[in-house]
């Protein structure tokens, strides 16, 4: 797969993903009447925000989301077994310093043989004028050990 049709599909999955946490019914046409159909099932994540998915050269897809309290990622080697799949928490605040509280948006990225987690985050008072950009980075090629 090209590097932008992966990227295309990727928002695809993010769009119905994102569509689907806010439980938006599907419309069907049945003998010319609209019905609601209220059965959707998200094959990739039943709940979260800020959802992430990166899919490396080792053939794992790896997912991650805000939790709130932690970092946690999963994966899987099918997008759609995601949800049911490996899991790890990667990082837990320690309860002081300014990125202790709120820990939203997390991104997995692989640069230089290296794996980095983007994340937001506010100091132990909770104050959203504290919220911050943190980074962790991992050295393992394997991002579930290290």
Request: charged share 15%.
């Amino acid at each position: 797969m090209k590097k932008g049709s992966f990227y295309l599909t990727v928002c695809a999955v993010l769009i119905a993903l994102v569509s689907s946490m806010f439980h938006l019914p599907a419309r069907v046409e049945a003998s010319g009447s609209e019905q609601a159909v209220n059965n959707f099932y998200n094959v990739i994540m039943q709940d979260g925000a800020d959802p992430w998915i990166y899919k490396h050269t080792d053939g794992w897809y790896y997912f991650t989301m805000t939790t709130g309290s932690n970092i946690t990622i999963w994966r899987s080697k099918s997008i759609t077994g995601l949800d049911a799949g490996e899991q790890t928490v990667v990082w837990t605040p320690d309860g002081s310093g300014g990125n202790c509280r709120d820990i939203w948006a997390p991104e997995l990225h692989y640069l230089n043989g290296k794996w980095y987690i983007y994340y937001a985050a506010t100091t132990c008072d909770g104050n959203n004028d504290n919220h911050r950009m943190f980074v962790l980075e991992n050295s393992n090629a394997d991002p579930f050990s290290g």
